[in-house]
């Protein structure tokens, strides 16, 4: 046993220590592990109270679960009923929806097809206006397009021109006051002779010195419009001496003459550009007019023929109103009587309306048996109202 059985470094052990040692070694082991098996077992204890615990636990979380998986399938069924409920109160309102509005788009679309039909029905009135102002503006073109060719002839454009005179003539003057194409002592037959006061007619004679101012307005070179504008100088100036060595007699006519030019454009043309003509012809006594000017004129002379009848009629006149004052006088005495008349009737009237309130005054007494005692005693006359009565 005293053996040496292990030598560590310089140190040497015997078997007994050896076994010894072992043994130590052994029961430490042995405590060590009992300790480990308690504190194990501790440990699995507590590890199954945590699992009862835990277990505990789960079965309440379980039964929570299941508490609220009942909570949430009532709720389910009512959420499924109240949605049932919705959806069908959700149809109802979207079938009377699409009702109303499948009945207001047919009354949108009725309303629609009822104007555009009104619509279309205006549309072919206008288009029947335009139509017939289409054909107005044709015919316009074409009575235009006769215009034209008549100015283009000489003959035709002074019967315009005359036309356009006698026309004026005719609305401002009553018939006897002029006369067309009279014949004058010396075998001339002007126009028109407006027969003034004093029996001196005065003379209107038309002309249309066209082809002059046409050719001045569409000169294009500063000699065309030159030559075009001696051509208008000649042409006015020639009307104009014909006028004055024609119309102008001394002791038959007035001692001036109108020239009428039966165009604003060309009058006002002549004014513009040929004034020194215009001056030549007041010094020859002959005065251009416009249609408008020949209006006023004519309204002038009518004023003067009216004055002149009226001075013509003056004595008759004054014959009728001696006579109408003779009535007058006549009619005031005839109203004086009937006055006179009426006074004295109102008199009578008067004095009827006493002798009735005392004969009235008188019955009521009667009636009311009121005697006077100086008085005689009457028989008693009724009273005229009772009797009326």
Request: glycine share 4%; proline share 3%; hydrophobic share 45%.
């Amino acid at each position: 046993m005293n053996d040496i059985a292990l030598t560590v470094g310089t140190y040497a052990f015997t078997y007994a220590q050896v076994a010894l040692g072992f043994a130590v070694a052994v029961i430490l082991l042995l405590a060590l592990l009992a300790r480990s098996t308690a504190r194990a077992a501790h440990e699995r204890s507590l590890e199954a109270a945590a699992a009862a615990e835990r277990a505990r636990e789960f079965d309440e979380k379980v039964a929570e679960m299941a508490r609220l998986q009942a909570e949430m399938h009532g709720r389910m069924q009512t959420m499924a009923e109240i949605f049932g409920t919705r959806q069908a109160d959700l149809a109802r309102l979207l079938s009377e929806r699409l009702d109303g509005l499948q009945h207001r788009v047919g009354q949108g679309l009725e309303t629609t097809a009822r104007q555009t039909s009104e619509n279309i029905a205006r549309l072919n009135e206008r288009l029947a206006v335009i139509d017939a102002a289409q054909k107005n503006l044709t015919d316009l073109t074409g009575e235009v397009v006769g215009l034209k060719e008549i100015l283009a002839n000489k003959q035709a454009r002074g019967a315009y021109g005359q036309g356009r005179m006698e026309a004026i003539v005719r609305d401002g003057l009553p018939p006897g006051a002029y006369t067309f194409q009279a014949t004058l002592s010396n075998r001339t037959r002007p126009d028109c002779l407006v027969h003034l006061p004093g029996d001196h007619p005065l003379v209107i004679d038309a002309k249309f010195p066209l082809e002059g101012f046409a050719a001045f307005r569409d000169a294009r070179s500063e000699e065309a419009r030159r030559q075009a504008a001696q051509r208008v100088r000649a042409d006015v100036t020639a009307h104009v001496r014909d006028i004055a060595e024609k119309y102008l007699i001394p002791g038959e006519t007035q001692d001036m003459a109108l020239l009428f030019v039966p165009s604003e454009a060309i009058y006002a043309d002549l004014h513009e550009h040929f004034e020194d003509v215009v001056q030549r012809a007041h010094r020859a006594r002959v005065v251009v007019v416009s249609p408008s000017l020949l209006a006023l004129a004519i309204q002038v002379m009518q004023s003067l023929v009216r004055d002149a009848r009226m001075r013509e009629e003056a004595q008759k006149i004054q014959v009728e109103v001696r006579r109408l004052l003779e009535d007058v006088r006549r009619l005031s005495d005839r109203v004086e009587k009937l006055d006179n008349h009426f006074r004295q009737a109102q008199e009578d009237v008067g004095q009827i309306r006493i002798s009735a309130d005392k004969i009235v005054k008188r019955g009521e007494r009667i009636e009311a048996l009121e005697f006077d005692d100086s008085e005689p005693s009457r028989p008693a006359i009724p009273s005229p109202v009772r009797a009326a009565e």
